[in-house]
């Protein structure tokens, strides 16, 4: 018995079918790819980069299967995360981790501590203004905390989330902690 013959433009109609399922099944689950709107990150990303996040690195688990197969694992300082925006959740953001629950931050002209510690984030973090506030009433609130802020112990399923460009970055100093079921990826 011989096979029937199908078309060639069925045999295209039914490969791009296959693609089209397996991308959107990707960039649902998997992976997925952010746009940078903003110079918060610069010089590490710049406005109009475009960059491939890890959606399931944080996922949840379900046993020990998953655990073992999948590739999870906590987030970490340093770490540049994905997130729906606290203030506006149908946006989101791309900033640093910087505190997990239990940690304290402190800023204290321009210079990051955590749980008292200086951090050492010179190879990433950027002051293009010269100038330092302090953390005077008369001040409006950007200028007030931008250069001195807390300290603030992170709260428990939070993080606290700078961006690097750290005159200009709108970050967790002004709207407060991320939950963690906010994070979308790394």
Not at 45 to 71: C, Q, S, W, Y
Not at 167 to 185: A, K, L, Y
């Amino acid at each position: 018995m011989s096979t029937p013959h199908r078309s060639t433009a069925r045999e295209y109609l039914e490969a791009l079918l296959i693609a089209a399922v397996f991308l959107l099944f990707t960039n649902t689950f998997v992976i997925k790819t952010f746009f940078i709107p903003s110079g918060s990150m610069e010089d590490t990303l710049l406005v109009g980069d475009h960059l491939f996040v890890n959606r399931f690195i944080f996922g949840p688990t379900m046993g020990k299967v998953e655990r073992a197969v999948l590739p999870l694992r906590e987030p970490r300082r340093g770490d540049i995360v994905v997130f729906r925006s606290p203030e506006r959740p149908n946006i989101d953001l791309v900033k640093r981790l910087i505190g997990l629950p239990g940690d304290t931050i402190q800023v204290v002209n321009k210079e990051l501590f955590v749980n008292g510690k200086k951090v050492v984030d010179d190879a990433y973090v950027v002051h293009k203004d010269p100038r330092t506030f302090q953390n005077r009433p008369y001040m409006s609130e950007q200028q007030r905390l931008r250069d001195n802020f807390g300290p603030v112990t992170v709260p428990p399923e939070s993080l606290f989330c700078m961006g690097d460009n750290r005159d200009r970055s709108h970050d967790s100093r002004f709207w407060g902690t991320v939950p963690e079921q906010n994070i979308v990826g790394a």
